[in-house]
């Protein structure tokens, strides 16, 4: 049975896209068989920042009608063997996606995969309730910003409500924060919620925090998921998350501000 | 730290009104989140019955629950009106 993980967040642009991409590069690079599903119909995106835009054929809804096979819609990454893209469809509305369509896509990938990553759009609509509806695990990613703050504890109450094991009295969903686009620097002027703050209200579990960086876009820019820059700050950053959700201890890092060398003091760098 | 700073940072820092505002409105939503689906219904119909006997304006019953571990408190708050302004009673 695959453990089927959510990232959402409610509020649109905070990075769900980017931390579905890097979790699922980064639980492939560690030996897990992975798929991961674009839920955005009609504004697909996931293949773009995995690279692989021009090799879709079929697609989450082509297999949901059974129009192709999972099999002939799942995408092989090119640098990870262990990793299988499904993309969204362009040209349908999010109607296509029905409880029981989405739950027999999981059901048969869960015979195959150890890991299902489900990237959810942004919104409390079909596609984002569908994609956090079968799931195990839920990665809530924040912004440390007002309305990202208050999505996302909205979406921590359907979570809590409208999920497949909230309905059936199972155990609940396990909810992790995941605190991106963050700067030290502005935390430490008072501009910037900082990660206590957002953990008071929220009180959810923290999985890691990823600094406001320029490896994103560039990542982004050239298709590769930037836990594979392992010379930049997220792409480390990603790569500790990935090692604390499967279970080893990994100290916090890029929360406080790094101090300058003698030289950066000196010369202001 | 300079000086300067020191009398800078008498002012409350804008993360800190975030963090205020913030808690206040998510502590509302998750109240309100929680409330069961019957209370807007029982409130009106509540209302209806009082009306029959009291005349009470719309926004003098307040009907609110409350959760803790171990148990809910339906809490029912309706604000009479002065003597005057009761309907009398039809008495034969």
Redesign the interface.
Known sequence: MARIIVVTSGKGGVGKTTTSAAMAMGLALKGHRTAVIDFDVGLRNLDLIMGCERRVVYDFVNVINGESTLNQALIKDKRCDKLFILPASQTRDKESLTVEGVGKVLEDLSKDFEFIVCDSPAGIERGATLAMYYADDAIVVTNP??SS??DS??ML?ILA?KSRRAEQGEEPIKEYLLLTRYSPER?K??????VE?VQ???SLHLLGVIPESKAVLNASNSGVPVILDEKSDAGQAFSDVVRRYLGEHVTHRFIDVEKKSIFGRLFGG | MGLLDYFRNTRPSTASIAKERLQILVAHERSERNRPDYLPMLQKELLEVIRKYVNVDQDAISVTMEQDDKREILELNIILPDDSQRKKPNRR
């Open positions: 910003e007002v703050v208050r504890d909205r109450g409500s935390v002027l008072g501009e910037m919620l900082s703050d008071d209200i929220l």
